[in-house]
């Protein structure tokens, strides 16, 4: 789905912090919705740009499967804490957090994966939003923040400064590499370091968004 065609659905709830949070993730991921369910598939919020009985529908039969999956008698199905579906028309993706609690995500059309780092991102705002202890997709996982970088010209895949602590900071670039190189739309990581000695690993993904790998000092991208 075009993200430039898109189109907000009315809401049938008030906006929350939680449907903010899911609407950016929708943004930074391209999946056309994104819905908090609880540990009995009721829906807490959602965000994206779909009717909001889909949402809810959808979201409430995915924690179903995850509850099937779990139920399986087998080493590793119970101790499921995310997967992604692809159907023909449509790709679907979910990421249990603690308490019964799961992130469902409807995903543009053929995906078979999702950004790991928009992901986690949103997991843990929802996380502080809801009370809720961490869960593993975020134990587990690198903590990677969203931030502004300026490129240098005419080559969009090099950063030349990044917003930090209320201005533009120049960066000097240590190291690049490829990450996925098999893919065609792969994401190109740097490792920068600030004129403060400050160094951190910087990741281009191929939606054109950026993340650092430490979020020590980093400011949120301005909403």
């Given at each position: 789905?075009?993200?430039?065609?898109?189109?907000?659905?009315?809401?049938?709830?008030?906006?929350?912090?939680?449907?903010?949070?899911?609407?950016?993730?929708?943004?930074?991921t391209g999946a056309a919705g994104a819905t908090l369910v609880d540990p009995l598939g009721e829906t807490v919020d959602y965000?994206?740009?779909?009717?909001?009985?889909?949402?809810?529908?959808?979201?409430?039969?995915l924690r179903i499967i995850l509850d099937l999956a779990r139920g399986v008698k087998l080493p590793g199905p119970d101790q499921m804490q995310e997967f992604v579906v692809r159907a023909r028309g449509k790709?679907?993706?979910?990421?249990?957090?603690?308490e019964g609690y799961a992130l469902v995500l409807e995903l543009p059309?053929?995906?078979?994966?999702?950004?790991?780092?928009?992901?986690?991102?949103?997991?843990?705002?929802l996380e502080l939003e809801a009370g809720l202890p961490a869960s593993r997709f975020t134990l587990a996982g690198e903590r990677w923040a969203r931030l502004e970088v300026q490129t240098a010209p005419g080559d969009?895949?090099?950063?030349?400064?990044?917003?930090?602590?209320g201005s533009w900071r120049p960066v000097t670039l240590l190291g690049r590499y490829d990450l996925d190189p098999r893919s065609r739309r792969r994401a190109v990581g740097y490792r920068a370091?600030?004129?403060?000695?400050?160094?951190?690993?910087?990741v281009r993904e191929p939606m054109g968004l950026w993340f650092a790998g430490d979020l020590s000092g980093f400011e949120p991208v301005p909403r």
């Amino acid at each position: 789905m075009s993200r430039r065609r898109r189109s907000l659905i009315p809401r049938d709830q008030a906006v929350s912090n939680f449907s903010a949070t899911l609407l950016r993730l929708c943004e930074t991921t391209g999946a056309a919705g994104a819905t908090l369910v609880d540990p009995l598939g009721e829906t807490v919020d959602y965000g994206g740009y779909l009717e909001p009985y889909a949402l809810k529908v959808m979201a409430a039969e995915l924690r179903i499967i995850l509850d099937l999956a779990r139920g399986v008698k087998l080493p590793g199905p119970d101790q499921m804490q995310e997967f992604v579906v692809r159907a023909r028309g449509k790709s679907f993706a979910l990421v249990g957090l603690a308490e019964g609690y799961a992130l469902v995500l409807e995903l543009p059309r053929n995906a078979f994966s999702f950004s790991r780092r928009a992901v986690g991102e949103a997991v843990r705002e929802l996380e502080l939003e809801a009370g809720l202890p961490a869960s593993r997709f975020t134990l587990a996982g690198e903590r990677w923040a969203r931030l502004e970088v300026q490129t240098a010209p005419g080559d969009r895949r090099r950063p030349q400064a990044v917003w930090f602590q209320g201005s533009w900071r120049p960066v000097t670039l240590l190291g690049r590499y490829d990450l996925d190189p098999r893919s065609r739309r792969r994401a190109v990581g740097y490792r920068a370091r600030l004129a403060s000695g400050h160094e951190f690993a910087l990741v281009r993904e191929p939606m054109g968004l950026w993340f650092a790998g430490d979020l020590s000092g980093f400011e949120p991208v301005p909403r």
